[in-house]
C-alpha cells in the first residue's frame, strides 16, 4: 500500500474511536467501535491455545476489520 493510501486509511479507520456502539463499558459510558474491536482480538488473542487448530493471526484481523464499515454508516 502506497504511504498516502496507508494514512487515509488510518485516518478513515479512526472515526471508529468517535462511533459508539449499543453496549456500555463497566464505567458507565458507552462504548466505542474502536474499543469493541480491540477487545475481542485481545480475546482471541487469549484464547489462541484453546483452540490450536485455528488460524489465530487472521482470526485476530477479522477481529480488527470486522467493523469498518461503521466508519462510513455510523
Same mark, same amino acid.
Given at each position: 500500500m502506497e504511504p498516502q493510501n *496507508? *494514512?487515509?486509511a &488510518?485516518? =478513515? +479507520? $479512526?472515526? &471508529?474511536? #468517535? =462511533? =459508539? @456502539?449499543h453496549c456500555y463499558t463497566s464505567g458507565? @459510558?458507552?462504548e466505542s467501535v474502536a474499543e469493541h474491536s480491540w477487545r /475481542? +482480538? &485481545?480475546m482471541a488473542y487469549w *484464547? @489462541? %491455545? +484453546?483452540?490450536? $487448530? +485455528? #488460524?489465530? %493471526?487472521?482470526?485476530?484481523?477479522?477481529c480488527l /476489520?470486522? #467493523? *469498518?464499515g461503521e466508519c462510513f454508516t455510523g
Open positions: *496507508l *494514512l487515509q &488510518l485516518h =478513515t +479507520a $479512526e472515526k &471508529l474511536k #468517535d =462511533t =459508539t @456502539r458507565g @459510558r458507552h /475481542i +482480538a &485481545l *484464547l @489462541r %491455545d +484453546a483452540f490450536p $487448530e +485455528a #488460524d489465530m %493471526d487472521k482470526v485476530i484481523r477479522m /476489520i470486522h #467493523d *469498518l
